[in-house]
Structures are given as structure tokens and as C-alpha cells.
């Protein structure tokens, strides 16, 4: 063996001695550690109008949280529009709806008031259809308050969370008498 020979095979397993310590030293300068923080629910909730029921002008989202966590009120998500009746007639607007993932319709919880009175508080989903029961009379050109609150209940399973959606909240216009 040439002192050549010897030269060449010290360069290489020095270089291939360097890039493991480089690796090594990368892999624990960018590794994540794990968290236990437990996942929360990214939602956005925005307001369109309808024909009958004007919104208001919001700038953005009516509610919008990040990692909404299960269990007490302080995690919850407020926010305030206000709805117009612009028929010539007294209305009973009801909410709606749209948007976001069906999947987490029984997660996510909506409490909707007006006046300091809350009308609905239940899962997003019972909102979906016209069934909810939730009725706001409105006469001609009242502008109303309706203040929303968005939470996750306790109760609400730990396979839901992590996910991220953004819904649509419009008002329909149903003519008294």
C-alpha cells in the first residue's frame, strides 16, 4: 500500500466521519420535542347576508379562535354583529348555517343572544336546518344585536380536536302573519 493509497483513505473516512457528526448534531439542534398540550379546534365564523335580513358591516370573522380547548367559558370565542330586517314587513328572522365541516357539527357549540337573552345554545350543527326552533322577531327596518359565542363542552371527544374550519352564519326572513 502506497502512502498515496493511505493519504486517499484517511481523507475519505475523515469526511465520512464529518458528515456523520454534522448529522448528529442536526438532528438534535431541529428536533421538535413533543407537546402535551392537548389539541384545540381552529374555527371561523362569518356573516353573510340574506334577501330579507341585512348583516351589518363586520370587519372579518364575527368569531375567530385558535385552538379552542374543551371545558370552561374563558375558552370560548365572542363576537357581535347586527342583523336588519329590510322588508316592509314584521319578520322572524331565523339563523342558518353553512359552510365549514360537517364532521365537527356536534363539537363545535354556538350560543347565540340577543338582549342579554340567549335564543339558542347547542351544537353548530342544529343550526343547519330551518328545525332549530330559534326564532328572532324583527319589525320593519329594526337593526338588532346578536351577540355569538363559540366553545368546545367538555364532554366534546379528543378525535374531534386538531381540525380547522370556517362556517357561514346567515339570517332568513320569515313573514308574521
Do not use: Y
Amino acid at each position: 500500500m502506497s502512502a498515496v493509497d493511505s493519504t486517499r483513505g484517511a481523507r475519505i473516512a475523515g469526511f465520512a466521519l464529518g458528515l456523520v457528526l454534522v448529522a448528529a448534531v442536526a438532528w438534535q439542534t431541529w428536533r421538535v420535542e413533543p407537546t402535551q398540550a392537548p389539541l384545540g379546534l381552529d374555527v371561523a365564523v362569518s356573516a353573510l347576508p340574506s334577501g330579507e335580513i341585512g348583516i351589518e358591516r363586520t370587519k372579518g370573522d364575527v368569531v375567530k379562535a385558535s385552538s379552542l380547548t374543551p371545558g370552561d367559558d374563558p375558552r370560548a370565542a365572542r363576537g357581535l354583529l347586527h342583523v336588519r330586517n329590510l322588508t316592509g314587513r314584521t319578520v322572524v328572522a331565523r339563523p342558518h348555517l353553512e359552510g365549514g365541516d360537517p364532521q365537527l357539527d356536534s363539537v363545535l357549540h354556538l350560543e347565540l343572544s340577543r338582549r342579554g337573552k340567549r335564543v339558542f345554545s347547542g351544537p353548530a350543527g342544529a343550526l343547519r336546518t330551518d328545525a332549530s326552533g330559534v326564532a328572532l322577531p324583527m319589525t320593519v327596518g329594526e337593526l338588532a344585536g346578536v351577540r355569538v359565542r363559540a366553545f368546545v363542552p367538555a364532554s366534546a371527544p379528543d378525535a374531534a380536536l386538531g381540525r380547522a374550519a370556517r362556517f357561514q352564519l346567515s339570517f332568513k326572513g320569515e313573514v308574521v302573519g
